[in-house]
């Protein structure tokens, strides 16, 4: 382990990101990043798309005021000491590492603060709940970077609603490094830099990659259809707009038809038919089945009730 002096959220700390498999990436390389995928990651990397800004998302802005408090108290509550550093792997340096804290045995300790749903799952699951597996694959590439034999990944539930945030409980999960996984990381970490170096595109997936098209014959269709489309769009969004302002016209007008009214469900006169229409509103059926004890991820449970699907259909926006 190589340890880099550099102070994490840095602009240079951002540029050293960029030129390996960091813990929180490595997940794009199986496919189970549910915010990116290895495409979006190798075009990150390429310079070709930006990364996203996720600075103003409300969970990763409270992630990040609370986690030095985690750490914090644990460091406080076990008497030992734990500091946020960078390294590298030894023999592969494009394995990076970002750590939470690191203890005098160089194992890496990784801190969340999830939803309070979330730390309940925690709680029930441990290491079989969804956030728990959804972030080992970050504590393996870390032991594996650091040469430790196991991590530490720690939820923590905070009670911000006070003048005095405070850490109301922690659940402290320990990670044995896995040999296997670990050159598993290594062989897809070195497919992925030799394509970075090649400019060789991953695959994209058709479900969550931006398409372009591939070729001019497709380009010029795509092309000689948006100039047509994008005035259709325009004068449709135009056309939304005028509607919207009629809504709200025969909303105003109609208070007084509806006062008049009262407790009748349907008038005539004058040329115009007022009718009342009694709506109820929806169950709130994940609601339901939580109330009643029911796992609503569970698709063997919820999957045999769920109604046919009604194809699909396509929306244009106008840039």
Known sequence: MK??????????????????????DVSCLFGTNPYKTEWKLW???SGLQAEDDLSGNPYVRRGKVFEHMLREHVVD???IGIMPV??????FPYLKASLDGIDRHKRPWEFKIPSPNNFEEVCAHRINSEPAQRYLLQVQHQTLVTG?????LIFGNIDDSGSTPRVVKYILLT???DP???RTIIEKSKEFMRRLKERDAPAKDPDRDLFAPQNPQDAARWQTASQKLIPLLQQKAELERKLEHLKEGIKAESRPIVDVLGNNKFGEFSGLRATRVDRKANVDWIAYLKDNGHDTTDENKVGPYRKA?????YKFTAL
Do not use: F, M
């Open 3 to 24: 340890l880099i002096r550099l102070t994490q959220s840095t602009p240079a700390w951002l540029d050293w990101r960029r030129t390996g498999i960091t813990a929180s």
């Open 43 to 45: 075009a990150e990397k």
């Open 77 to 79: 509550e076990r008497n």
């Open 86 to 91: 960078c390294v590298e792997h030894d023999g």
């Open 148 to 152: 430790a034999r196991e991590g530490y």
């Open 175 to 177: 990670i044995p490094a």
């Open 180 to 182: 296997s996984l670990h």
């Open 309 to 313: 699907g009604s194809g699909h259909y």
